[in-house]
């Protein structure tokens, strides 16, 4: 089992930008693929982003596209999300996902998760 714990939410302005942090421990984390997902409030949760071992391959949500980056250092056992022009629909809490192979964008493929962090982007 892998323990996963997110930083660097907050309240930022439309068309700014930050940048979440995931720290994993627990197992080896570069054989994990990791995952952002988001939950907006009365929405399901979504997929956002996931990076496979050694950085080989990055997918992302569509509405995110063109606006945000996940990277990881293995060496710091983090993957970051960077979030850049952001609009008041990224509001929601967003939470890390690890699992040992890439399954697909379902919740249901990813095994472990942390207890999320808020984003909120308004004026």
């Known amino acids: 089992q892998v323990q996963l714990v997110e930083s660097g939410g907050g309240l930022v302005q439309p068309g700014g930008s930050l940048r979440l942090s995931c720290a994993a421990s627990?197992?080896?984390?570069?054989?994990?693929?990791m995952g952002w997902f988001r939950q907006a409030p009365g929405k399901e949760r979504e997929f956002v982003a996931a990076?496979?071992?050694?950085?080989?391959?990055?997918y992302y949500a569509d509405s995110v596209k063109g606006r945000f980056t996940i990277s990881r250092d293995n060496a710091k056992n983090t993957v970051y999300l960077q979030m850049n022009s952001l609009k008041p629909e990224d509001t929601a809490v967003y939470y890390c996902?690890?699992?040992?192979?890439?399954?697909?964008?379902?919740?249901?493929?990813?095994?472990?998760w942390g207890q999320g962090t808020q984003v909120t982007v308004s004026s």
């Open positions: 996902a690890a699992n040992s192979v890439y399954l697909g964008t379902m919740e249901r493929h990813w095994r472990s």
């Open positions: 627990g197992r080896t984390f570069y054989d994990m693929v």
């Open positions: 990076i496979r071992r050694g950085s080989s391959s990055t």
